[in-house]
């Protein structure tokens, strides 16, 4: 009966993780109503910051004061908070938050570049072909945008992908530099450094005082801080901890479905055929380049969570 409780359990932390991070997509573009997205960002990691440094202290764990430790965080705090997270935000004042969500499931692709050139893992003919295939999707989603929306959503487009890069690069490094740090103190520093650099840069740019917003803006920076950054990600290390790592990896294809399914119910967002098609293909090219097991050997996968 233990066993089966705590599948369970696992079952039910891992759904819950992927509905929290497919739904985070349609809260960015709600709570854009009301905040402008520097702000937005700066509020919700500081949010994020104060959540997790609880929870560090709460269990009573160590920081490891050593200079690779702070000066990963500060890296991980503006490549994988600060850069990827403002132009994500940004990005979906112009395209779609179903859109937005699949465009960011391409950055296995992006890692893998990467891995191979800083880390020195192997890129294969298999994570080519998914690269490849992911490459072709993108074109279909361009074409697309570029026939409905305009330059506009090219913009949008563009600010998608830039933030993968950045992601993708912050991902490689932790990978490398950051194999010896708790999952949870390592959170700290980046949350911390992105949220307030962000404020600080949005202060002067847009003026915007938070405490005019309305509750549904506030509802959503408190959703994306707590659920969507402190939550979702406590739930993926004690899942890592208990599931082999290519079952965690299968939230890179079920996020970006669910994103799409929440913005076209709840945002009446349009889902085209050419979308759909494309998504398709970047889905069909992650799973060609990600998953792979044999009958003696584990997948290596980076459990890249699609989330914002």
Not at 136 to 161: K, N
Request: hydrophobic share 55%.
């Amino acid at each position: 009966m233990r066993g089966a409780s705590e599948k369970a359990l696992v079952a039910l932390a891992y759904a819950s993780m992927c509905a929290i991070w497919g739904s985070t997509w349609m809260m960015i573009k709600i709570g854009l109503r009301g905040a402008p997205p520097l702000t937005g960002v700066g509020i919700r990691f500081v949010v994020a910051g104060l959540l997790v440094t609880a929870l560090v202290a709460l269990r009573r764990l160590p920081y490891p004061w050593t200079h690779r430790f702070v000066s990963l965080g500060v890296v991980l705090g503006i490549t994988h908070m600060a850069l990827p997270y403002v132009l994500v935000y940004w990005a979906e004042q112009h395209i779609s938050s179903g859109l937005t969500a699949v465009l960011y499931a391409t950055m296995p692709f992006v890692v893998a570049v990467m891995a191979r050139l800083i880390v020195g893992d192997a890129l294969t003919m298999r994570k080519l072909g998914g690269i490849a295939l992911g490459v072709t999707g993108v074109w279909f989603i361009y074409a697309d945008s570029v026939r409905l929306g305009g330059s506009q959503s090219v913009l949008g487009i563009g600010a998608v992908l830039l933030s993968v890069f950045f992601a993708a690069l912050s991902t490689v490094l932790l990978k490398r530099f950051g194999k010896e740090f708790n999952a949870l103190v390592m959170l700290v520093l980046p949350f911390w450094v992105g949220g307030t650099l962000v404020l600080a840069a949005g202060a002067p740019v847009e003026k915007s005082n938070p405490l005019t917003y309305d509750a549904q803006t506030w509802g959503t920076i408190l959703y994306l801080a707590i659920l969507g950054s402190g939550v979702a990600f406590t739930l993926l290390f004690w899942v890592i901890q208990r599931v082999d790592v290519t079952v965690v990896a299968y939230q890179t294809f079920i996020i970006p479905v669910l994103a799409l399914f929440f913005g076209w119910v709840f945002l009446d967002e349009t889902v085209t055929s050419r979308l759909a098609l494309g998504s398709a293909l970047i889905l069909a090219g992650i799973a060609v380049a990600t998953l792979r097991r044999t009958a003696t050997r584990r997948a290596r996968i980076v459990a890249t969570p699609v989330s914002k």
